[in-house]
């Protein structure tokens, strides 16, 4: 096995890259490999399994939180959620919202009932926002509802873990 040293690696022919001959393998897990502008760096997500609900309008209800600590200071973080909720006639509101630094990073405007008066809406709720915390300081954020009606449940239902609701965060390099 041999090493080699250098400071600077440059294509022979300008257009053709550097090439990992196919078969073999660049093992960079000692070190760092800078991902470049646009690339998706790391992802996690939170899965709510068990139902959640209120009939309150005193305060955000949190359904799902991630711990997350950005690699590089000038990330983008991207925050999306896609839930299933029920409720009978009421209004709700969504937000992400970090709870480190007390920051409402993004909400919606109210989610009008679609007066179907079901147990379930007839599709799922959605809501994608990006964020730049500026650091790489590890951060709890949480997607929350607020019942905007404040009477008669609203609730995130899961049928037993079998509709499960998912919130995510992708950390992509800028």
Do not use: C
């Not at 915390?133 to 590890?138: D, E, L, Q, V």
């Amino acid at each position: 096995m041999s090493i080699l040293k250098v400071d600077t690696i440059n294509e022979k022919t300008t257009g053709n890259g550097i090439v990992i001959p196919s078969g073999q393998t660049l093992d960079v897990s000692a070190g760092t490999l800078v991902p470049g502008a646009g690339y998706m760096v790391q992802h996690k997500y939170n899965r709510r399994a068990t139902d959640i609900s209120t009939s309150s309008n005193s305060a955000w209800i949190a359904t799902g939180t991630i711990a997350f600590t950005p690699l590089y200071a000038d990330s983008l973080l991207e925050l999306y959620m896609n839930y299933s909720m029920g409720r009978n006639q009421q209004n709700i509101r969504w937000r992400f919202y970090d709870t480190t630094d007390s920051y409402q990073i993004e909400r919606t405007g109210i989610h009008v009932h679609a007066g179907v008066n079901t147990d379930a809406d007839p599709a799922r709720h959605t809501f994608l926002a990006y964020y730049s915390p500026g650091n790489t300081n590890t951060r709890n954020i949480q997607v929350q509802f607020f019942n905007e009606t404040g009477s008669g449940n609203v609730w995130g239902h899961t049928y037993g873990g079998q509709t499960g609701s998912l919130f995510v965060i992708r950390e992509i390099k800028v």
